[in-house]
C-alpha cells in the first residue's frame, strides 16, 4: 500500500506540474512548467488585486483618468499605457476571435528575429460567475448544429481556459463588463508562449522581469486592437549568445493583434491530397455514412473579383532589391488569371514615414529581417480561421544576410560546430539533424545523431519548421555558394561584375515568389525539379515560356552549365505548370452553394494529377527517400544525367583552384573555403546516385485518372546500373580525387579569435583523407543500408517476371568488384591510403551484415558471407602471385584484411541480435 500510495503522489504531483497550469500557444511546443514566469509577474497582479480591493471603485472611477478609444472594443488606457481597460459588451462574449502574436524585436538569433511569427489562437471571451475566461474552443471535433450528438463532444473534449481575469466593473446601463487587459498580455500565464520556447531556442533558462517589462503600444481600429508589449528577460546562466552585449538580459518585444474572426461569404474549399495545400481538418462526428471521418479544407485566401490581395515591400528592403522583390510576388498573378482572377495579387511600397507597424494584422508585408547568424533565407507563414482554413494574413520574412551569403559565404558539412564555441539549443540541433539527415538518407554513422533525433521526437514545431523552410538555411548557403564559386573559378566573374548581380536578383525573384506560393496556401513540390531535360534547362526560350521546373515550390540548385555549354538562367524566371494548376484548384471561382457542391469541378480539375509536369511530391514523400525524382537540389527530368554534370563541374572548378593562389596581401583561408564548397557540392550530388538502386516512382493518382497509373512503379534495371557506374566512377574510385600536394598545403582555416569569429582549436590542417573516407562512407553504407536491401528484395516480388530486375546477388557483386578491382582483375598494384580507407570500410559494413549487428534480409546476411569469403580467396591468389611486389603498407593491409575475414566467416552467427521484438500479449 506504502508504495501505492508514494506511486499515485509521484503521478499527481506529475500532473500538477505538467497539465493543470493553463497554456494557449498554437505554436503547440511541449507543456513545461510556467513557474518562472508566474514567481516574476504574479506579485505584481496580486498587489493590484489587493489594493483594488479595498475600496472598491465604480465603472466611471475607474476610467476616469484613462482616455477612451473606440474600436473592435472600447479602449480605456492610461497614460504611457500602465493600464488598459477593455470593456467587453454582452454581444461580443462567445463570440469567436483570433489572437495573433509576431516578435516586433529579436536578439537576431535562435529564431528570435524581428517579424518572426510567434502563433495564433482563437479565443471566446465569456462570462463565468465574477470573472472573464479567456477559452480556446475545442474546433478539432464537429457535428451538425443541431445533432443531440453535439452534447457528447461538449463533455467528452474539453476548452482550454487560458485566463480567468477578474470583473473589474460591470456598466450599469450597457451591462458591459469591464477587465484589465494589462492581465491578459503581462500576466503570469505568459499568453505569448515565449517562456514555454525559450528553452528550446537558447538552451537557456530565462525569466521575464516585472520591472523591465511593460506594455509600449495599444491602438484600437474597428475591426482589430493592436497592442506590443516589451519583455524584459534574465537568466541564462552561462550561457553565451553572442548577438548580445552580455548573455544576461535581454528584450523581446510582441504584437499581438486581436479582432473577430469573419462572418463574410468566404466558402471553405475541400482538399484533394493530389495537390498540395496546408490544411485545416476536425473530425467530423455528424455523419456515420464516411469512411473517413475526417473534413479537410484547404488553407486559402478570400480572393473575389476586383478585391486583390495586397503585398507591401517593408520601407527597410534595400533599393536595389525591391523590383525583384515586387516580380517574386507578381509572378503569381499569372496563376490567378488562369484561373479566371486577373491582377488577383497587388503591390505596394511602404512609405518611410508610415504611420502602420508591418505586425499589424491589416498589412501582409514583405520583410527584411537581421540576424547574427541566419536559419533561413526566407520564410512566409500565414495565419488562418482554424474553423474553415481561411488566410487572414500573412508576412514574409527574408533575412537580411541574403545577398552577402548568395556570393559565396557558407557553413561547411563536416565539422560545422568547429571552433565555434557555442552551444545549440534544441531547435538549432533539429535542423542540423534533419539537413544532415537529408544528406545520409538513414545511413548509421554515429549514435550522437540518433540521441539528437530522440530529443526531439514527438516535439510538434519540428514539421512545422520543415514545411515553412526555416532549416534549410545552412543547405541555401551550400547550393548558391557553388553558384558563386563556379562563376568565380569557371567565369573569372567578380563578386561585384554584372553577371554576378545577375545570380543575386534572379535568385531572391525566386525566393519571394517561393515565399508568398507559401503564403497562398502553398505546401512544397519536391518533384517540380523535373520538368525539364539537361539540355532544355540551359535553353532560355524554353525556360522563360515553359518555365524551368514545374514548381517554385522546390528547392532548386543553381542551374549550372557543364564545362564548355552555353549557360542558361540560374534559377527559375516564372511560375511552372504545376503551380498554375494548384491556384486554378484552389482560387477557381465555382458557382456552388457548399464545399461539397463543388467536388464535382475539382475532381475534374484535380484528375490531371497524372500529367507529367504536374508531377507533387511533398516533405514526406522526400523523407522517405523512395523516389529519386522527390528530392532537393537537383534538377531535370533525368537527375542522374545532371548529377553526372554537377561532377564534371565540381573536377573542373578543382582544377582551376588547383591552378590559383592568393593574390599579394589575401590569406589564404579563402583556398580552403572555396575547395570545401566544392567538396560539399559534389558530396550533395553523390548522395543522390544511391537512391535510384531499388527506387521506385510513386505518384499520387487516383483510380480512373487520365493517363493515371499505380502508385509504386520499380526504376528500370538500366536506370539503377547506370547510378552504381557513376558510383564507382565518381565516389570509389581513386582516380576520382587527385589534388596536388601545393593545393592542399594552401588550405589554411582562418585564425581571427574575436566575438562572433572563434578559429578551429582541432584540424588545424585540413584533414582530406578523413573528408574522403566520409564521402565514400556514406555512399556506400546508403548502398548497403537495411531499407535498401529489404527494397530491393522486395523488387523481385513487384517487376513481372519478364522484365530484368537488379537483384541483391548483383549489387554485391557490383560494389565489391568496384572496390576490390585491383585484387579480383588480378592486376594489382599498390594501393594507395585512400582506396585502402575504403576497402576497411567495405569489410566492416559486410562484417556487420554476415554477423547479424544489423537488420537485413536474412538473404543479404548469406550474400555478405558469400562474397566476404570470395574476397578471402582472392587476396590468397593475389599475395601467392604478386605478394613479393607489393609494398608493405598494401602487403600488411592484405594480410590484415584477410585474417579480419577469415574470422568473421568462423564467428558464430547470434540470429537473437537481429530478431524483431514480439509483440506484447493481450492482457
Avoid at 550561457?239 to 499581438?256: C, G, I, K, Q, T
Wanted: proline residues 7%; charged residues 25%; contains cysteine.
Amino acid at each position: 500500500m506504502k508504495r501505492l500510495y508514494r506511486i499515485a503522489c509521484l503521478i499527481l504531483g506529475f500532473l500538477a506540474v505538467t497539465i493543470l497550469p493553463s497554456w494557449g500557444n498554437v505554436v503547440d511546443l511541449p507543456v513545461t512548467p510556467r513557474v518562472q514566469v508566474a514567481q516574476t509577474l504574479e506579485y505584481r497582479v496580486k498587489a493590484e488585486e489587493s489594493e483594488e480591493a479595498k475600496s472598491p471603485k465604480s465603472f466611471d472611477e475607474l476610467i476616469a483618468e484613462t482616455q477612451k478609444e473606440d474600436g473592435v472594443f472600447t479602449l480605456y488606457k492610461t497614460e504611457n499605457n500602465e493600464k488598459l481597460y477593455l470593456e467587453i459588451a454582452p454581444e461580443q462574449l462567445n463570440r469567436n476571435f483570433l489572437c495573433v502574436m509576431t516578435l516586433s524585436s529579436g536578439i537576431g538569433e535562435g529564431f528570435l528575429l524581428n517579424g518572426m511569427p510567434i502563433g495564433e489562437i482563437l479565443f471566446q471571451l465569456r462570462h463565468v460567475q465574477d470573472r472573464v475566461q479567456f477559452v480556446v474552443p475545442q474546433t478539432n471535433f464537429r457535428t451538425d448544429p443541431g445533432d443531440p450528438l453535439a452534447r457528447s463532444l461538449q463533455e467528452g473534449f474539453s476548452d482550454s481556459v487560458l485566463y480567468s481575469l477578474k470583473i473589474e466593473s460591470i456598466h450599469p446601463e450597457r451591462k458591459s463588463l469591464l477587465i484589465n487587459a494589462t492581465n491578459l498580455v503581462m500576466g503570469e500565464e505568459d499568453l505569448s508562449g515565449l517562456s514555454t520556447f525559450l528553452p528550446y531556442l537558447l538552451n537557456g533558462a530565462y525569466s521575464v522581469s516585472p520591472d523591465s517589462s511593460y506594455i509600449t503600444e495599444a491602438e484600437n481600429f474597428p475591426e482589430n486592437l493592436e497592442i506590443e508589449a516589451l519583455y524584459g528577460f534574465r537568466g541564462g546562466g552561462f550561457m553565451s549568445l553572442p548577438s548580445l552585449p552580455d548573455s544576461r538580459a535581454f528584450n523581446l518585444a510582441v504584437h499581438y493583434s486581436f479582432s473577430p474572426l469573419p462572418t463574410g461569404n468566404y466558402r471553405p474549399r475541400l482538399a484533394d491530397e493530389r495537390v498540395g495545400y496546408f490544411l485545416t481538418a476536425y473530425k467530423d462526428f455528424g455523419n456515420s455514412d464516411r469512411r473517413d471521418p475526417f473534413v479537410r479544407y484547404i488553407n486559402r485566401w478570400n480572393i473575389q473579383p476586383g478585391k486583390p490581395l495586397v503585398f507591401w515591400i517593408e520601407n527597410t528592403i534595400p533599393l536595389e532589391y525591391r523590383d525583384a522583390v515586387k516580380e517574386g510576388i507578381l509572378m503569381w498573378n499569372e496563376a490567378f488569371a488562369q484561373a479566371g482572377l486577373p491582377q488577383a495579387i497587388e503591390v505596394r511600397q511602404m512609405p518611410d514615414d508610415a504611420d502602420w507597424t508591418p505586425a499589424d494584422i491589416r498589412y501582409n508585408v514583405v520583410r527584411w529581417s537581421s540576424s547574427f547568424e541566419p536559419m533561413f533565407y526566407g520564410i512566409g507563414p500565414s495565419r488562418t480561421n482554424p474553423l474553415t482554413g481561411e488566410i487572414l494574413d500573412a508576412d514574409i520574412l527574408i533575412d537580411a544576410n541574403v545577398v552577402r551569403l548568395i556570393k559565396g559565404q557558407y557553413q561547411t558539412l563536416v565539422n560545422p560546430d568547429a571552433g565555434g564555441g557555442q552551444q545549440q539549443s534544441l531547435l538549432q540541433t533539429f535542423c542540423q539533424a534533419t539537413l544532415e539527415n537529408s544528406y545520409l538518407r538513414g545511413v548509421d554513422l554515429s549514435d550522437e545523431l540518433e540521441a539528437k533525433k530522440d530529443r526531439l521526437s514527438g516535439f510538434p514545431l519540428a514539421q512545422s519548421l520543415l514545411d515553412r523552410d526555416v532549416c534549410f538555411a545552412n543547405e541555401f548557403n551550400r547550393q548558391l555558394a557553388i553558384g558563386a564559386t563556379s562563376l568565380s573559378l569557371v567565369q573569372n566573374v567578380l563578386p561585384s561584375s554584372p553577371e554576378m548581380e545577375n545570380y543575386v536578383q534572379q535568385f531572391i525573384r525566386f525566393l519571394v515568389a517561393h515565399e508568398v506560393g507559401h503564403t497562398l496556401g502553398l505546401r512544397h513540390n519536391f518533384h517540380g525539379s523535373t520538368l525539364l531535360s539537361p539540355e532544355e534547362l540551359q535553353n532560355p526560350e524554353i525556360t522563360r515560356t515553359l518555365g524551368m521546373v514545374g514548381s517554385v515550390m522546390d528547392y532548386v540548385s543553381p542551374n549550372l552549365a557543364p564545362p564548355g555549354k552555353p549557360q542558361g538562367d540560374y534559377f527559375p524566371m516564372k511560375l511552372g505548370p504545376y503551380d498554375v494548376w494548384a491556384i486554378e484548384y484552389g482560387y477557381k471561382p465555382l458557382n456552388a452553394i457548399s464545399p461539397e457542391a463543388e467536388l464535382r469541378e475539382l475532381r475534374q480539375i484535380a484528375q490531371r494529377a497524372a500529367e507529367p509536369e504536374l508531377a507533387y511530391g511533398t516533405d514526406e514523400d522526400f523523407i522517405s527517400g523512395l523516389d529519386p525524382a522527390v528530392n532537393i537540389f537537383d534538377l531535370s527530368s533525368d537527375p542522374l544525367t545532371y548529377a553526372q554534370w554537377q561532377f564534371e563541374n565540381a573536377q573542373a572548378m578543382w582544377s582551376r583552384l588547383n591552378r590559383r593562389s592568393p593574390a599579394p596581401g589575401e590569406s589564404f583561408s579563402e583556398m580552403r573555403e572555396l575547395f570545401d564548397t566544392v567538396f560539399i557540392y559534389y558530396f550533395r550530388n553523390a548522395m543522390n546516385l544511391p537512391l535510384y538502386v531499388g527506387g521506385q516512382s510513386f505518384n499520387r493518382h487516383y483510380a480512373g485518372d487520365p493517363n493515371g497509373g499505380l502508385p509504386f512503379q520499380p526504376l528500370s534495371v538500366e536506370k539503377q546500373r547506370a547510378a552504381l557506374a557513376a558510383i564507382n566512377e565518381y565516389v570509389f574510385s581513386a582516380e576520382a580525387f587527385e589534388f596536388s600536394p601545393n593545393l592542399l598545403n594552401q588550405l589554411a582555416p582562418s585564425r581571427w579569435s574575436h566575438w562572433g569569429a572563434f578559429p578551429d582549436l582541432f584540424e588545424l590542417d585540413y584533414p582530406i583523407s578523413d573528408r574522403l573516407l566520409l564521402l565514400q562512407k556514406v555512399v556506400l553504407r546508403s548502398l548497403l543500408s537495411p531499407t535498401r536491401l529489404s527494397r530491393l528484395q522486395d523488387l523481385e516480388l513487384k517487376t513481372d517476371a519478364t522484365e530484368e530486375v537488379l537483384r541483391l546477388p548483383e549489387l554485391f557483386a557490383t560494389v565489391q568488384e568496384s572496390i576490390w578491382t585491383e585484387v579480383i582483375d588480378g592486376d594489382i598494384a599498390n594501393l594507395s591510403s585512400i582506396r585502402r580507407a575504403l576497402q576497411r570500410e567495405y569489410v566492416s559494413v559486410l562484417s556487420n551484415i554476415s554477423l547479424r549487428q544489423v537488420r537485413v534480409p536474412e538473404d543479404a546476411v548469406t550474400l555478405a558471407w558469400y562474397n566476404l569469403r570470395e574476397l578471402e580467396d582472392q587476396i590468397n591468389h593475389t599475395l601467392r602471385r604478386r605478394g613479393r611486389g607489393l609494398d608493405t603498407y598494401t602487403k600488411a593491409h592484405l594480410e590484415k584484411t584477410r585474417d579480419r575475414i577469415a574470422k568473421v566467416l568462423d564467428a558464430p552467427l547470434e540470429s537473437k541480435s537481429i530478431e524483431k521484438e514480439s509483440p506484447p500479449k493481450a492482457q
